[in-house]
């Protein structure tokens, strides 16, 4: 079946590290999108990308990177210089045509400790 | 910049009543979509309904319909005999048709809470 898979389920960093989240979709979709959400905030985008070896910006990229190598894969590298990373972090895709929403990813949630 | 208002971070139904849920958004396009997804306790978000703004029917999906108002700006859900598994959070979520602009933008949500 199509999806869009996201790992790890939960994931444990130490202050100054940087941690890698994955997303892989099989949907042939060309864009993918990455959200943080916290509690009361609704979601917020971090990154998104469009097409392969190119991505954006979104409201909240400071302390993120991301790569889009390959059209299936878009994960998302939270940085020591994220200063307040603990959240829930989820994962999108979508055809390039707009009349389609997103298909989401299950989340991963991320816990400094 | 286009801005999605859920005024209602809750609300609370009895199980086999109705309920309806509110949501504004301001734009000034002519064409765009609007959604509804639902995040239940698993946190798996589920596109719920979709509308078209140029199609004056309202979008109805099983249990689910929607009420677009397109010069209010207003897109609200109605959910019909409420279940248990109706219990969840709920996005009205904004996307332009315009090339260049296919973000989402998403209401800060609504926790809908479903009473036996």
């Known amino acids: 079946d199509g999806g869009i898979t996201q790992s790890p389920k939960y994931l444990f960093r130490k202050e100054g590290q940087n941690v890698t989240l994955s997303c892989e979709q099989n949907?042939?979709?060309?864009?993918m999108y990455w959200y943080r959400q916290d509690p009361g905030q609704g979601l917020r985008l971090i990154y998104y990308?469009?097409?392969?070896?190119?991505?954006q910006k979104g409201d909240i990229a400071e302390g993120y990177s991301v790569s889009r190598e390959k059209k299936e894969s878009f994960p998302l590298t939270v940085t020591s210089a994220q200063k307040n990373p603990t959240a829930f972090y989820l994962c999108?895709?979508?055809?390039?045509?707009?009349?389609?929403?997103?298909?989401f990813g299950s989340g991963t949630r991320l816990t400094v400790v | 910049a286009q801005t999605v208002t859920q005024s209602q971070p809750e609300m609370s139904v009895q199980e086999a009543e109705t309920v309806t849920l509110s949501c504004t958004y301001d734009?000034?396009?002519?064409?765009?979509?609007l959604f509804w997804y639902k995040q239940p306790p698993s946190r798996q978000m589920i596109l719920v309904i979709r509308?078209?703004?140029?199609?004056?029917q309202n979008a109805t999906e099983n249990r689910f319909s929607v009420n677009f108002q397109k010069a209010a700006k207003s897109f609200s859900l109605k959910i019909s005999d409420s279940q248990l598994g109706d219990a969840a959070m709920y996005f009205c979520?904004?996307?332009?048709?315009?090339?260049?602009?296919?973000?989402?933008?998403f209401g800060k949500g609504m926790k809908l809470t479903v009473n036996p």
């Open positions: 949907l042939n979709h060309d864009a």
């Open positions: 999108a895709s979508s055809p390039l045509s707009t009349r389609h929403g997103y298909t």
């Open positions: 509308q078209e703004a140029y199609k004056q």
């Open positions: 990308s469009q097409i392969v070896n190119d991505f």
């Open positions: 734009t000034s396009e002519s064409d765009y979509y």
């Open positions: 979520a904004y996307r332009s048709s315009q090339g260049g602009s296919e973000k989402l933008v």
